[in-house]
């Protein structure tokens, strides 16, 4: 559905689904990813410590004579948390801004088990990345998509831990060139 896909996987993890669907107003991307917690991740979450996760797109009309235009750019964080006195999984889920300043949209569900809490932040569906009211349908885009975990929501002393550690590294990234016309 998309013209000439570019996949560029890095550290611990994969996309082994990815669509870009055209709706009626808006783009929406449905995609499965594939990765497990390292050790040192997991042990973190058992003893307490939240982890961010952090989905980015960007939509981008490519230009010979200057650099890519941003048509648009959306941002999903999730964070990860054990509680322990009831032994469940608690996923959040904030977009936009509003996952740094606290404001805003912030969805939460509970999971009994890890496996299906990390199942919930493995996939997304039908995510609004832009509206087509922003988009020429006789151009092409580089659409671009990155998930990775955000060792900057971290504690201090995680975040002293975790630099430079291939333990900490979970990240996908996939690079698409579209045009509209070839989108479902």
Not at 128 to 148: K, M, S
């Amino acid at each position: 559905c998309l013209l000439s896909p570019a996949l560029r996987a890095q550290g611990v993890g994969e996309l082994t689904s990815f669509a870009l669907e055209r709706g009626a107003e808006d783009l929406s991307l449905s995609a499965s990813l594939q990765f497990e917690l390292p050790g040192q991740v997991e042990e973190a979450l058992f003893k307490g410590i939240p982890m961010f996760f952090l989905a980015e797109t960007s939509l981008l009309r490519e230009r010979w004579y200057w650099s890519d235009k941003v048509v648009a750019e959306t941002t999903r964080q999730y964070r990860l948390a054990f509680q322990p006195l009831t032994r469940r999984w608690r996923v959040s889920l904030s977009s936009g801004a509003a996952a740094t300043t606290g404001q805003g949209l912030a969805l939460s569900q509970s999971f009994d088990t890890l496996d299906q809490a990390l199942a919930s932040i493995k996939r997304i569906s039908r995510w609004r990345v832009a509206a087509l009211a922003d988009v020429d349908p006789a151009l092409r885009y580089r659409f671009e998509f990155h998930f990775r975990l955000d060792l900057g929501q971290l504690p201090r002393p995680f975040q002293i831990g975790a630099i430079g550690q291939g333990e900490w590294v979970i990240a996908v990234s996939r690079v698409e060139t579209v045009s509209l016309d070839n989108l479902p």
